[in-house]
């Protein structure tokens, strides 16, 4: 592992990516699969996309990042939207790297650039969440 923070190392175009997914009616489950709905991955207020870098970590790690994340807001951690670098940036956005907080902040990123009209957003969204793949959370992770 590099002693360089990994806050200072720019995000790879073939990175894994989570997006922890802490609201259960953000999954479809209506299909033979779950499918993440696209406002899972509608930025919040300041336009960005918090999301989780896959680097370094193994899985129980990972949901153990997630289930900070699910504490510090108070919801259930219901799984994650797993997906790569390259897929929100062909909708010309970027990943950064980006302090987050708690023990997590290490491998926090931000998906940025997105335009400020609601419309707009959810358009990204929408192909964000179709190509995500859930994963479902479980206790014994």
């Given at each position: 592992?590099?002693?360089?923070p990994?806050?200072?190392?720019?995000?790879?175009?073939?990175?894994?990516?989570?997006?922890?997914?802490?609201?259960?009616?953000?999954?479809?489950?209506?299909g033979?699969?779950?499918?993440i709905?696209?406002v899972?991955?509608?930025?919040?207020?300041?336009v960005?996309?918090?999301?989780t870098?896959?680097?370094?970590?193994?899985?129980d790690?990972?949901w153990?990042l997630?289930?900070?994340?699910?504490d510090?807001?108070?919801?259930?951690?219901?799984?994650?939207?797993?997906?790569?670098?390259?897929?929100?940036?062909?909708q010309?956005?970027?990943?950064v790297?980006?302090?987050?907080?708690?023990?997590?902040?290490?491998?926090?990123?931000?998906?940025?650039?997105?335009?400020?009209?609601?419309?707009?957003?959810m358009v990204?969204?929408?192909?964000?969440?179709?190509?995500?793949?859930?994963?479902?959370?479980?206790?014994?992770?």
């Amino acid at each position: 592992m590099s002693s360089i923070p990994l806050a200072d190392v720019p995000v790879a175009d073939r990175e894994d990516l989570a997006r922890f997914i802490l609201v259960e009616k953000h999954v479809r489950r209506d299909g033979s699969l779950p499918e993440i709905k696209a406002v899972a991955f509608l930025p919040y207020k300041h336009v960005e996309l918090s999301v989780t870098r896959h680097r370094d970590l193994q899985a129980d790690e990972l949901w153990a990042l997630g289930q900070q994340v699910a504490d510090m807001r108070q919801l259930p951690l219901v799984g994650r939207g797993d997906l790569t670098t390259n897929v929100p940036r062909q909708q010309g956005l970027d990943v950064v790297p980006a302090e987050g907080p708690g023990k997590g902040a290490r491998n926090h990123a931000n998906i940025v650039g997105w335009p400020s009209e609601k419309a707009a957003q959810m358009v990204k969204a929408l192909e964000l969440a179709a190509a995500a793949q859930f994963v479902k959370y479980s206790q014994a992770a």
